[in-house]
């Protein structure tokens, strides 16, 4: 069986404890409220972001409709400004598109970073000062 990474042990993209993204609509491959990840997670949920309307439409374009809501399975739909875990390849192709939402470096685990430059990332960190 595969252990889970926990909040505890997960790290974020800058080498520290990884932060909660979101409980409010509640976050995560696991539901947890933290971008964690482990085997489990073919879509690699790493990145924490702050959706716009923008990257909503674009990732309705691809197939993947973020702001419909699911009640069958729990999901409440975003909005803009609602934060969430979203799949690391999704955000690059995102960034590629001029489409990428606004991350939170401190909620993003540091899987990521095989996927996505640091640099990229810290471009869009709405919590660097």
């Known amino acids: ?27 995560g491959f696991y539901r947890d409220g ?3 990840t482990d085997y489990d997670d073919t879509g690699i949920h790493t990145v924490c ?17 973020l702001s419909t809501p ?4 729990g999901f409440p739909g975003l909005q803009p400004g609602d934060q969430w875990c979203l799949c690391a390849g999704r955000w690059k192709e995102a960034l590629d598109a001029g489409a990428a939402p606004q991350v939170l470096l401190a909620a993003t685990h540091e899987e990521t970073l095989a996927i996505v430059a640091l640099a ?3 471009r869009h ?5």
Do not use: W, Y
Not at 52 to 60: E, G, M
Not at 125 to 129: E, Q
């Open 1 to 27: 069986m595969k252990e889970q990474r926990t909040t505890e042990k997960a790290l974020n993209v800058l080498g520290q404890p990884l932060e909660s993204c979101s409980h409010d609509p509640v976050t």
């Open 120 to 122: 990229d990332l810290k």
């Open 70 to 73: 699911m009640p069958e399975f």
């Open 34 to 36: 933290c971008c964690n």
């Open 125 to 129: 960190a709405i919590d660097l000062s």
């Open 49 to 65: 972001v702050r959706v716009t309307a923008k990257f909503l439409a674009f990732s309705k374009a691809r197939g993947n409709d």
